[in-house]
């Protein structure tokens, strides 16, 4: 028999439910209406050999970025990193001597490409301000690449970077006026080639940072060096 609430006859049923039963069922309702929509719109990266070939192509053989090493012949090593990504410094932590090493000795080319995460507002002021260390100051421009990481928690957070990336600038040697009017002049162009080259990146399947190639491979950070040797005993020249 149906039950009467506030003059419309409902089914018996409701009126005998345990309100914190409903309370509970509706917050699984919700929930995985939310999970389904975040599943929706979250893809996992695409396998390298599922990418547009063009795309990677480009994002494979393209020098887009600073250079260390101009071997011809030498093993190409190619990094795709935000400055604010905490993965990223420590993959640099953990390879940057090996790095340094191995293009010291004629072994190998290191590209360093930079891109902007969303939600890492911080990442393309840094990056602007090292191309602007590269373009006026070309010598101090690897000093600053490091030092970027190792103050990374000192700036990433900050309203306003400037001050402190132009600080870092002085302190690697760099002339910090000349890379202020490059920044000033040239900011928005570079923040936008910044985010563009994410985009490239995004579209060959790579939509987080760090990524690694060797002769076009990607690889694991971790597995740096023993891919550097192997890509070298093909080309006789990584010991």
Avoid at 32 to 39: A, E, H, I, K, Y
Avoid at 165 to 175: I, K
Wanted: with cysteine.
């Amino acid at each position: 028999m149906p039950s009467s609430t506030r003059g419309r006859s409902v089914p018996a049923f409701f009126g005998r439910v345990d309100p914190y039963f409903a309370v509970g069922f509706g917050s699984v309702l919700a929930l995985g209406v939310l999970f389904t929509v975040v599943s929706a719109h979250t893809a996992p990266p695409v396998h390298p050999e599922r990418m547009p070939q063009a795309v990677l192509t480009r994002l494979r053989t393209e020098a887009t970025g600073q250079v260390m090493g101009s071997r011809p012949g030498a093993v190409r090593v190619v990094e795709i990193t935000d400055y604010q990504c905490p993965a990223c410094a420590t993959a640099h932590r953990e390879t940057w001597g090996l790095l340094q090493r191995y293009a010291a000795a004629g072994a190998i080319t290191y590209e360093v490409r930079n891109v902007a995460l969303p939600g890492h507002s911080n990442a393309a002021p840094a990056a602007v301000a090292a191309t602007c260390v590269a373009t006026v100051a070309p010598g101090s421009f690897w000093s600053f690449h490091d030092l970027l990481y190792a103050t990374q928690e000192q700036w990433a957070g900050r309203l306003a970077p400037q001050p402190t990336l132009l600080g870092l600038v002085a302190r690697v040697g760099g002339d910090s006026a000349r890379v202020r009017a490059c920044m000033e002049a040239r900011g928005d162009a570079l923040a936008a080639g910044v985010q563009q080259a994410f985009h490239t990146a995004a579209a060959a399947g790579f939509p987080y940072t760090p990524v690694w190639m060797v002769n076009g491979k990607v690889v694991l950070w971790q597995d740096l060096e023993q891919e550097i040797r192997a890509a070298g005993r093909d080309s006789g020249r990584a010991g």
